[in-house]
């Protein structure tokens, strides 16, 4: 209706918003009103991520002009199968099932459903055969060249006329419950020489137990240490403490607690990948204190830890205290 369209959200995906926060992108601020208002949220980001990550620069070359950002000719063509296989997905749900019922509206009436006649409709089918979780990714081998060499070669009617006949097969996970290769937030300039070509199969299932291995530039893989009060098999056991104590919270939820100042506790951990994190709660009602957290004798490095705060809800928190940590016990 004029007065009700229907409204879509395109998330477009470059690899430069990678390069320092990984995974996360203005996507991540985009996605709580796409929730709130139920509007559709597509995006190429999701269909070519793992594929990236496997090949970045023959990826990059392809799909994206130099800049890193922009998609080309390449790109905005999968951006316009994404859109359309999109929207015969709708129609072919609207096939099956009709419209939608009547719904209440905030007044307590019913908000009728509108009569549309789709007798004489011509409705979009999908087949299986036109997923995009295939091994590899393939094109026309007839352009091999950037897109202006291209256009400046065959004419840009020729040049889109081709874009426009190319086939693209994008890499998957193995299965829909397949974990991610790479952490959420990992920088991609931290796993990624953007100079250099893409690495051949078997150096790249060579490089580590993880499928993504230690990628370009042989970043260590991270072999997370974790200890933790509620945990029986992996509990918190202090190997000094000065006025702390256990303490179970509705027998079920157990914390290392401290009343007097200058209360010390240490914990023996096993450094990795060089990040050490700390988890503590936060309460308005509670109001917990404050602790000072420091890796081996940094104590000038220490990191506060702030247990009070002005929200209503009680949370565990989450802090970074050190970085850089050399690998082994701690």
């Keep these: 209706m004029p007065s009700q369209p229907a409204v879509l959200i395109l998330g477009v995906w470059g690899p430069i918003l990678g390069k320092d926060r990984g995974f996360l992108d203005p ?15 597509i995006s190429l980001k999701q269909l070519i991520w793992t594929h990236f990550i496997r090949w970045p620069s023959t990826t990059w070359h392809t799909f994206y002009a130099p ?44 908000q009728p459903s509108h ?4 007798s004489n409709a011509t409705f979009a089918t999908l087949s299986t055969s036109d997923s995009f979780g295939a091994i590899i990714k393939y094109r ?23 874009v426009n006949n190319d086939t693209y097969h994008f890499l998957a996970l193995d299965n829909p419950s397949s974990v991610p290769p790479i952490p959420l ?30 990628m370009v530039k ?8 974790c200890v933790d009060a509620n945990d029986p098999l992996n509990p918190l056991m202090p190997t000094e403490v000065d006025g702390w104590r256990p303490w179970v919270y509705l027998n079920e939820k157990h914390y290392w607690i401290a ?43 220490r990191y506060r830890l702030d247990g009070h705060w002005d929200f209503e809800t009680n949370v565990p928190a989450v802090a970074y205290i050190d970085h850089g940590v050399t690998p082994g016990k701690h």
């Design 67 to 110: 800049d890193f950002l922009h998609p080309n000719a390449r790109g905005h063509r999968v951006i316009s199968d994404l859109v359309t296989s999109y929207l015969a997905t709708r129609l072919c749900v609207l096939e099956t099932f009709g419209p939608p019922p009547e719904s209440y509206n905030s007044r307590g009436g019913t």
């Design 259 to 301: 009343d007097q100042p200058g209360a010390r506790i240490r914990v023996d951990i096993e450094s990795n990948e060089g990040r050490v994190a700390v988890f503590f709660f936060r309460s308005a009602k509670l109001s917990p204190g404050v602790a000072y957290c420091w890796v081996d004798d940094n104590e000038a490095g």
């Design 218 to 225: 042989g970043v260590s893989q991270p072999r997370p240490f």
């Design 27 to 41: 996507q991540h601020a985009h996605l709580p009103a796409a929730l709130y208002y139920d509007v559709p949220y």
């Design 115 to 118: 009569n549309y006649d789709f």
């Design 185 to 214: 937030g990992v920088p991609l300039n931290d796993l990624i020489d953007w100079n250099s070509p893409d690495q051949s199969l078997s150096t790249f299932l060579d490089s580590g137990t993880n499928p993504i291995g230690n």
């Design 140 to 162: 026309n081998t007839s352009h091999d060249r950037d897109n202006e060499g291209e256009q400046q070669a065959h004419g840009p009617l020729i040049f889109y006329e081709e």
